[in-house]
């Protein structure tokens, strides 16, 4: 049984990757345009799925590539769940909170969020808690030193400026799908 978990997170990492690469190839065509988002929705869910850069999407590819094995009680439809929840609700922050965000192209904030989300719902459990707390205790130190210091190192990098509101919306819907889940999950469990 567990082998048939392993197999479906590798096959899911696989699509994920895949997919990002196909979209990256006409990113143009994916990426947030804040003055089409409307017109295109598609826009919504892709501009979180291409990147500025071949070096940029293998960063974050990498990043994504981890998170189903750091936490394994996580399934892949939880991993979907979040990715195709957090993309759009993104993108629409960017359009209402942010306005002046005129283009944008990264999954680092959705990978914020989805660390973020699966590492709130870990804290439930005994085994995981050390480590969840861990996790969200890295996620906030990273969110306070790019606030503060900056992230410099990585917008050379990848040859485009860091947008860390991103990454800060994205763990606070994170945290707010994760607590949905917990709630959902508690009354399921109670009825």
């Known amino acids: ?19 990002c690469a196909c979209l990256q ?11 089409h988002l409307f017109a295109e929705p598609w826009r919504l869910w892709t501009a979180h799925w291409v990147h500025v850069g071949w070096i940029h999407y293998l960063l974050n590819m990498i990043a994504f590539a ?16 979040i990715f195709l929840l957090i993309s759009p609700l993104l993108s629409l922050s960017f359009y209402w909170v942010l306005p002046d965000i005129g283009a944008y192209a990264g999954l680092s904030g959705v990978l914020h969020g989805a660390y973020a989300a699966i590492a709130c719902v870990h804290l439930l459990y005994k085994r995981e808690r050390s480590f969840a707390a861990l996790v969200l205790f890295l996620i906030f130190a990273k969110l306070i030193w790019e606030n503060t210091i900056g992230s ?3 917008a050379q990098l990848i040859g485009s400026p860091v947008l860390v509101e991103a990454h800060l919306l994205g763990v606070i819907w994170g945290i707010l799908l994760a607590n949905i889940y917990i709630i959902v999950d508690y009354c399921y469990d109670r009825s």
Do not use: N
């Open 152 to 154: 410099t190192g990585t």
């Open 25 to 35: 190839i006409f990113k143009d065509h994916f990426i947030y345009w804040q003055d």
């Open 66 to 81: 981890c998170l189903p094995f750091i936490f394994p009680r996580a399934c892949v439809w939880h991993f979907s769940t």
């Open 1 to 19: 049984m567990q082998d048939q978990y392993l197999h479906r997170k590798i096959v899911f990492i696989a699509m994920v990757v895949s997919l």
